[in-house]
């Protein structure tokens, strides 16, 4: 007799970067999910993805590559995070109303930020999904690496790394090259990445690299305002102000 298991229709929170590549590849390997959507975050008065500051085209070039539909979430440059939970709910029951019942995640081991993610999804029926939790961020890198996923850095935290880690591909030069208080994984906000090549995609994602820009931002003071339940990053409210970029421009063939 053969059983038949039918795959939990899912969407995944793409952010263009490694874990979400990574996270993306163990999933589409184990096949217990059919990942129906890739749902990513983008600021509309840019045109650029949320925190990490690539242009939607090099996103919709990846989304193309990989044969998965993306659906952008847009919202505007100062959000204030009553209009993030509104949009995001909205979304996600209307993701729930197309029986999509499962969300999956790039996160590792930062609880806050699932606990925030857990309790508002389960406000719409969906379970989160988090294939890297609690895996060690240097064993992830290396299995990312090996696995010949191809990541460059897009968007630094200016108080944890200088401008010349910005604009670079992620190999063992730069990871030898991290100071030793950050997680080389940029788990806590450091760095985010871009990933153009690697085993999820049909071809590689073409791109030149342009100039780099230092911008800097100011947080919100209402405690409300605030995801984050740890009370030591509340208070250490210039923790990631500052930032540098490295704008991509894709290569259309």
């Not at 163990?26 to 690539?54: A, C, F, P, W």
């Not at 993306?70 to 939970?85: G, H, S």
């Not at 108080?159 to 190999?171: M, N, Y």
């Not at 984050?228 to 704008?247: A, L, M, P, R, V």
């Given at each position: 007799?053969?059983?038949f298991?039918?795959?939990?229709?899912?969407?995944f929170?793409?952010?263009?970067?490694?874990?979400?590549?990574?996270?993306?590849?163990?999933?589409?390997?184990?096949?217990?999910?059919?990942?129906?959507?890739?749902?990513?975050?983008?600021?509309?008065?840019?045109?650029?993805?949320?925190?990490?500051?690539?242009?939607?085209?090099?996103?919709?070039?990846?989304?193309?590559?990989?044969?998965?539909p993306?659906?952008?979430?847009?919202?505007?440059?100062?959000?204030?995070?009553?209009?993030?939970?509104q949009?995001m709910?909205?979304?996600?029951?209307?993701?729930?109303?197309?029986?999509?019942?499962?969300?999956?995640?790039?996160?590792?081991?930062?609880?806050?930020?699932?606990?925030?993610?857990?309790?508002?999804?389960?406000?719409?029926?969906?379970?989160?999904?988090?294939?890297?939790?609690?895996?060690?961020t240097?064993?992830?890198l290396?299995?990312?690496?090996?696995?010949?996923?191809?990541?460059?850095?897009?968007?630094?935290?200016?108080?944890?790394?200088?401008?010349?880690?910005?604009?670079?591909?992620?190999?063992?030069?730069?990871?030898?090259?991290?100071?030793?208080?950050?997680?080389?994984?940029?788990?806590n906000?450091?760095?985010?990445?871009?990933?153009?090549?690697?085993?999820?995609?049909?071809?590689?994602?073409?791109?030149?690299?342009?100039e780099?820009?230092?911008?800097?931002?100011?947080?919100n003071?209402?405690?409300?305002?605030n995801c984050?339940?740890?009370?030591?990053?509340?208070?250490?409210?210039?923790?990631?102000?500052?930032?540098?970029?490295?704008?991509?421009?894709?290569?259309?063939?």
């Open positions: 007799m053969f059983y298991y039918k795959m939990k229709k899912s969407y929170n793409w952010s263009s970067g490694k874990d979400s590549s990574l996270a993306l590849y163990k999933v589409l390997q184990e096949k217990k999910y059919s990942v129906e959507k890739l749902i990513t975050n983008v600021n509309k008065d840019y045109q650029r993805v949320s925190m990490h500051g690539l242009h939607e085209s090099l996103l919709i070039a990846q989304a193309d590559s990989i044969g998965i993306l659906e952008k979430i847009e919202f505007p440059a100062n959000v204030t995070m009553d209009l993030y939970n949009k709910k909205e979304k996600t029951a209307e993701l729930k109303s197309l029986g999509l019942e499962t969300a999956i995640f790039g996160d590792i081991f930062l609880e806050d930020l699932r606990n925030y993610r857990d309790t508002k999804l389960q406000e719409v029926g969906i379970t989160g999904v988090y294939p890297l939790w609690k895996n060690n240097k064993e992830l290396r299995e990312f690496l090996n696995l010949g996923f191809k990541t460059i850095t897009v968007c630094v935290n200016a108080k944890k790394l200088g401008e010349e880690f910005v604009g670079r591909i992620i190999d063992e030069n730069f990871i030898n090259d991290l100071p030793n208080d950050v997680d080389v994984c940029g788990e906000g450091e760095f985010h990445t871009f990933c153009y090549d690697g085993p999820i995609f049909k071809k590689p994602i073409k791109f030149s690299i342009g780099k820009v230092l911008k800097s931002y100011t947080l003071d209402d405690d409300s305002d984050h339940q740890n009370k030591e990053e509340e208070n250490n409210k210039n923790y990631d102000t500052s930032f540098w970029y490295c704008d991509l421009k894709l290569i259309n063939e």
